[in-house]
């Protein structure tokens, strides 16, 4: 896809977005309160062909690269995190089926149109090879978005009697009708996401709906998708993160004027010290946006080239990823500090921003042993990671 092609793409989803804000919005409240996202906003979202942004343009998806998946995601969080999150890995594990099973599972999968999916890619299951495919048996955690699902797409591990090495690894995908979600997403942070665990009893799979994990082929879609999974992934971690926070330092703006300090008398918009701050932490926002668009256009310009990402690339995305998510969460605790006693009730935009930009700082994807990688490889190491092996050849 060039340039070109791809600005006019990022600008008709960002116009997509923009007519979802109003509904995502004010269904907000009662995503939070359901503990999944409101069907209104999952019925916008469908219609504006967001879910489909990923996904390769051979089974009906919009082709985004990773340039533009961060931007539209950001987007998306700024409206509202729970819908942007749900968006995040609907588009993802729709862009990943599509690209990587096999064309009779494409073909049932998006028989009718673009589909939503849900599925955790931590091989937690267990995989047993039986005639024709895979019984599958297991529990997963964080199915985001899994009760508007209509496909999970999730890896488990391949039980060999005779298991000799490292354990083999394989993604499957399942209608979310032959899966059980367990509710268990108890939680204040990220509620609207609706990220149940969800299980299977000795599920059969057929071997037309499995590929490899975590190094399946590209069988169809664009250069993004020779990523291997960590790259893949980094522009929805990155974009959710920095809309979010972008909402809370907008957000602070709007209430620092009318916010009068108790003992002073003041408003807080006056208060050189919380502008000094303010305009700091806009920097530091900045400056991390342009760290995570350097990082994923670095690891585009590698797949469209057909070249691998060396180890010094993948200290960089992997450190990017995490860094991006802490100056978020950094950046929005303050505005939500600085919002005062108000900002702590259920239904605020400070009180949902704060929530669930500390969420995704708990997510595996923005763990600080990123920063170990980093350094180990700057002092001349290459430490094994299974999840940043390229792709198997097709």
Not at 99 to 125: D, K, N
Not at 276 to 293: I, P, Q, S, Y
Request: some cysteine; proline content about 4%.
């Amino acid at each position: 896809m060039t340039k070109g092609t791809e600005n006019v793409l990022e600008t008709s989803l960002l116009a997509s977005v923009a007519r979802v804000r109003s509904v995502a919005e004010a269904h907000a409240d009662a995503s939070n309160e359901g503990a999944t996202l409101h069907p209104a906003v999952v019925e916008v979202m469908k219609k504006e062909g967001l879910f489909a942004l990923a996904a390769p343009k051979e089974v009906g998806g919009q082709g985004a690269d990773g340039r533009t998946q961060l931007v539209v995601y950001e987007a998306m969080a700024h409206a509202d995190p729970s819908a942007g999150w749900a968006l995040m890995i609907g588009a993802i594990m729709n862009g990943m089926m599509g690209a990587y099973l096999p064309e009779a599972a494409t073909r049932e999968i998006f028989a009718a149109g673009m589909t939503t999916s849900a599925g955790l890619q931590v091989p937690t299951g267990k995989a047993r090879r039986v005639d024709g495919g895979f019984e599958v048996t297991g529990r997963w955690g964080f199915g985001s978005g899994i009760r508007h699902a209509s496909w999970v797409y999730t890896a488990a591990m391949i039980e060999e009697p005779t298991q000799v090495g490292p354990p083999s690894f394989v993604q499957v995908a399942v209608p979310v009708s032959r899966v059980t979600i367990e509710d268990t997403w108890n939680t204040a942070f990220l509620r609207g996401s609706g990220s149940n665990h969800y299980r299977m009893e000795s599920v059969f799979v057929d071997e037309a709906f499995t590929c490899s994990y975590p190094c399946a082929s590209r069988k169809r879609g664009q250069a993004y998708f020779e990523l291997p999974f960590i790259a893949l992934v980094a522009p929805g971690h990155i974009g959710f993160a920095l809309g979010v926070a972008r909402r809370a330092l907008e957000e602070i703006t709007i209430v620092a004027p009318r916010r009068i300090k108790a003992w002073t008398g003041e408003a807080l918009g006056t208060q050189s010290s919380f502008r000094v701050e303010l305009g700091r932490k806009r920097a530091a926002l900045d400056a991390a946006r342009a760290l995570g668009r350097e990082v994923i256009e670095l690891s585009m310009q590698r797949a469209e080239a057909g070249r691998a990402l060396s180890p010094e690339d993948w200290a960089a995305v992997r450190a990017a990823t995490t860094y991006t998510t802490e100056v978020a969460a950094d950046v929005t605790s303050f505005a939500f500090r600085a919002g005062g006693s108000s900002a702590i009730y259920a239904g605020t935009v400070l009180d949902r921003c704060f929530r669930d930009v500390h969420a995704a700082a708990q997510h595996i994807a923005a763990t600080d042993d990123a920063y170990d990688y980093a350094a180990r490889v700057s002092m001349g190491e290459a430490p094994f990671n299974p999840l940043l092996l390229p792709r198997e050849s097709a």
